[in-house]
């Protein structure tokens, strides 16, 4: 090949990839214009190596800004939230996973075990454009002494779950899962944090903060709990298709989520419902731990995630999810943004708080391993 | 050739026959030293640690296996295991037996067409055959569905699910066929003359079983059977699913202790003292073919 005719295929190839670079951003627009300050400045491409649950990807609403930017995703799918950590630390601070996201449980033991790396928010523009409530430094979080280790981006809460054809009237208050009605049709989550936490707020106890006396309330409130079911479901998902084949008919601790794993089982009756007592909240964040090496594409991820267009539409592929950005509440449709009633957060949060994970050193309080053992107990009995 | 030079070459002769077989089986040496004995080398080590959290240090103690040990909890999950994994292992060799032996000698030419369709249930996913007994056994399962249908009963049977016999009848289906593949490779040293001979000397249908087939396949037959206990006995995801509370596991706590409670030791512990029950186990049933004196029973 000649010089000549090199440099014509290599313009005609430039001309090509600009070409398709304009098509692109003409599909996707709407979406990039919010997070593309910040690529513009950084060296974003690479790989992001992610570790975290399936579906928190949102391939549809996070995929066009990696397409966008050249970015690949390799994704790594946990099976429950012990398995970040795990991963993390079996890398004896080597490089390999990018971005998490963390239950704010969690929060104490990543800072113990020394995982997380403080984000800079300058990376982040977007934070700016968060809910205030998301903004805070909320218990500590998200944000202690002023360093900010996480964004928050996927929430929610849990209450119950149940089949609407079987129990018409939606269940207001945690007191009928022990009705002799009900005997053999619930169904319990085998989540070890989430029954005593749940447990805990019904009976008005932290489990951050657990004595020995509060902690066998719980556990003897969970042992009743598990006699009325016909065992423990080993997953949220085989919670939901338990009452979806009709094995049960209400399940606790029930996560929105669930109605459409029921729905993508063939039953669209179930339904969620935040009982009287209220229930407890989860919220997910995203994080860079200490084995990132590609800081400027995960910055970039994150940037786009909490931009508000994207940001409704991850909600909106979640199922039933929450938003974390202000601006995305506008952009939300209609079952999605009834939800939640975005005006008020702090008065949802305190009818459904987030609430710390047992310690896991403690000399005051019930420790989690104990937490652990219990329910192992409670399961077998 | 001289004679040294006769030895020399034998010599020679002899070290390639014995390098042959060292070069054919070091690619599954090297895995088996790789992929089992190192990590279960690692386990001895970690077992003997001191608990860090997600960590482990010195000095080495005895700690994990003291608290593995005495556990109620431990106990319980362990009995659960061993009476799962048993009730499993015989159930799968009694329907093994007789499928066997069919296979062997009445099938014919469409021995292999059958032995396909008996073995084609492994191609199916592990959760979808699991979910497939949650359908058939299920409140509004096919079986009780089809007993309502018939007039037979009026409300579903409620303890076809979520109990032992659940978790039983799922492992026997997901096991049945390595333990027909097992009894069939025992069956296949014993010819028809054999049966035929006692036939002649006038051995009836259950004498031949009792005096000739039976000696003959017991090793075969306990090889299966440990098969299926050990699989049974460590499986945690089937007795989750349809087992309800009587059906959780020892190897669940393996787990939490790794991942959700990060003890190293006394997971890398009880996954130990397993280990050694299911060798223990392996050991009492040689012990028992010894003693009834099944271990020496030869086809020629």
Known sequence: MSESTFESALSRRRLLQGAGAVVASVGVSPWLAESTAFGAESKVGGTIDFLSWQGYDSPKSLGPWLKANGVKLKPTYIATHDDIQAKILALHGGKGYDIITYYQGYKQLYDQLKILTPLDEKKIPNIKGMLPFFKSNYRGFWVKNGVRTAVPMYWGALGLVYDSKAMPTAPNSYDILFTKKLKGAVTVDDDPVGVYTLAGHTLKINVATMTQAQFDKISAYLEKLVKQSKGVAPSYGDCAKRIADGDAVIGWPGWAAQVGFAAGSGNKNVKFVLPKEGGYAYCDSWAIPISNDNPDATYGYINNAISPKVNAAAAEEQILGGVTSAGAVKYLDKQTAALYDYKNLNNFFAKAPLYANPPVKSSNYITIDKVIAKWQEIKAS | ?300
Do not use: C
């Open chain 2, 1 to 300: 050739m001289s004679a040294a030079e006769n030895e020399a070459t034998q010599a020679a002769r002899a070290r390639g026959l014995q390098l042959g077989p060292v070069l054919l089986t070091l690619p599954a040496t090297a895995a088996m030293l790789v992929f089992f004995v190192a990590p279960i080398a690692i386990f001895v080590v970690y077992s003997f640690l001191t608990a860090q959290l997600y960590d482990v240090s010195r000095p080495f103690t005895l700690d994990a296996y003291s608290a593995a040990l005495n556990s109620d909890l431990n106990r319980t999950l362990a009995r659960n295991s061993i009476e799962i994994g048993l009730l499993s292992a015989i159930f799968s060799v009694a329907l093994a037996l007789p499928v066997a032996y069919w296979l062997r000698y009445a099938t014919g030419r469409w021995r292999m067409v059958v032995l396909f369709l008996i073995t084609a249930s492994m191609f199916a996913s592990y959760l979808v055959r699991i979910y497939a007994w949650r359908t058939m056994l299920g409140e509004h399962g096919v079986v009780n569905s089809a007993l309502e249908s018939l007039g037979i009963i009026d409300q579903p049977l409620g303890f076809l699910i979520f109990n032992r016999f659940a978790v039983t009848v799922a492992l026997v289906h997901i096991f049945l066929p390595y333990a027909v593949l097992v009894l069939f490779a025992g069956f296949q040293p014993i010819r028809p003359g054999l049966l035929e001979a006692a036939q002649d000397l006038g051995a009836g249908a259950y004498v031949r079983w009792r005096r000739v087939i039976l000696p003959l396949v017991a090793a075969p037959a306990l090889s299966a059977f440990l098969f299926v206990f050990v699989l049974s006995a460590s499986d945690y995801v089937t007795p989750q699913f349809v087992g309800g509370s009587s059906g959780v596991m020892l190897g669940v706590q393996v787990q939490a202790n790794f991942t959700t409670v990060g003890n190293y030791p006394l997971g890398a512990a009880t996954s130990l003292l397993m280990l050694a029950a299911f060798v223990t186990l392996y050991f009492a049933i040689r012990f028992g073919l010894r003693l009834a004196k099944l271990d020496r029973v030869r086809f020629s």
